[in-house]
């Protein structure tokens, strides 16, 4: 059973009561991305984290890196707080990844009440590993390593990895209303992307060239989202969009403007609140965006 360690980071900013509805929103989106992937998990917590324990890690990952909300992920071997355990168990997953000559760094972090800080501990890890690995030639660069080995010690059970992916950061879906989305290619995917980064649910209406945007990206990152296909001429796109907004009663629409748009957009569209994240961004700059939100649902 592979164990997943779950960062998270604006939430951990709230205020108690809000923290909880967050974290508790985060576990549903969690185990909605489980559901539609027709397989199954088990959550747990700590003040700042989730663990997901899944049969298969690295599927795990790549379904975890798709919930907004989550920073980052990290396949972690989990062990008692005792520095004999912390040590063996460092010691098994160095022995695969510091090659001779590497340079590497131990981080250390730890939460509660330990007869070392975190310094001292990252220290004398360090320390171990050159000991015992004295014939490797090894060399610490807290800099720039070519291996990071991270040890974060949470009350009685440490967890150690090699790394960690990104995740897409913001707050969980769900957390701040709803919006319907016109996505007609990178723009507007962009759009609907950076609002539900936002917690914000994003029904979308898709003309054809936004389809694949839609399809191979937005419905991975919300399994339970709605999306419509509309034809491709623009009034039966800014049909289907005001008939999704009304049935969905909506609190606003999501809309791939350009400054110059904005004018006649705000006008069309009279006492609507519109919201149009990409409106001060080149097409460059949108494209060169999108693909990196196409690398992280990969």
């Known amino acids: ?5 779950v960062r998270y980071g604006e939430l951990a900013l709230k205020s108690p009561p809000v923290r909880r509805e967050f974290e508790r929103a985060l576990s549903r989106n969690i185990l909605e991305q489980f559901v539609a992937a027709g397989t199954s998990c088990r959550l ?9 324990e899944a049969e298969d890690g690295r599927a795990a990952m790549r379904l975890l890196r798709r919930v907004f909300g989550v920073t980052s992920v990290s396949e972690v071997r989990e062990v008692a707080t005792e520095r004999a355990a912390i040590r063996a168990a460092l010691f098994e997953i160095a022995d695969t990844v510091l090659v001779p000559g590497a340079r590497f760094a131990v981080r250390a972090r730890r939460t509660g009440q330990h007869p070392f800080t975190s310094q001292e501990l990252a220290r004398d890890l360090g320390g171990d590993l050159l000991e015992r690995y004295a014939d490797r030639g090894l060399r610490v660069d807290l800099t720039h390593p070519e291996v990071e080995l991270t040890v974060e010690v949470r009350d009685q059970r440490t967890y150690l990895s090699t790394g960690r992916e990104r995740g897409p950061g913001g707050l969980p879906l769900g957390v701040a209303g709803r ?8 723009r507007g995917a962009l759009g609907a992307f950076l609002m539900m980064k936002r917690g914000c649910r994003c029904a979308c209406v898709i003309s054809p060239a936004g389809a694949p945007a839609a399809e191979e990206v ?20 800014e049909a289907g969009v005001r008939e999704a907004a009304e049935m969905g009663h ?3 629409i999501v809309l791939p403007l350009r400054v110059e748009d904005y004018p006649e957009a705000r006008a069309r569209w009279g006492d609507r609140v519109v919201f149009s994240p990409t409106v001060g961004l080149s097409d460059e700059e949108v494209e060169d965006r999108w693909r990196g939100i196409e690398e992280l649902v990969a």
Do not use: E, F, N, W
Not at 44 to 52: A, E, F, I, N, P
Not at 179 to 186: E, F, K, S, T, Y
Not at 218 to 237: C, E, I, W, Y
């Open 44 to 52: 747990r917590s700590d003040r700042g984290h989730l663990y997901v």
């Open 218 to 237: 937005l419905s991975r990152l919300d399994p339970k989202g709605t999306r419509r296909v509309a034809g491709p001429d623009p009034q039966a796109l």
């Open 1 to 5: 059973m592979a164990v997943i360690l």
């Open 179 to 186: 919006v319907v989305a016109l996505v007609d290619g990178p």
């Open 250 to 252: 909506v609190d606003g």
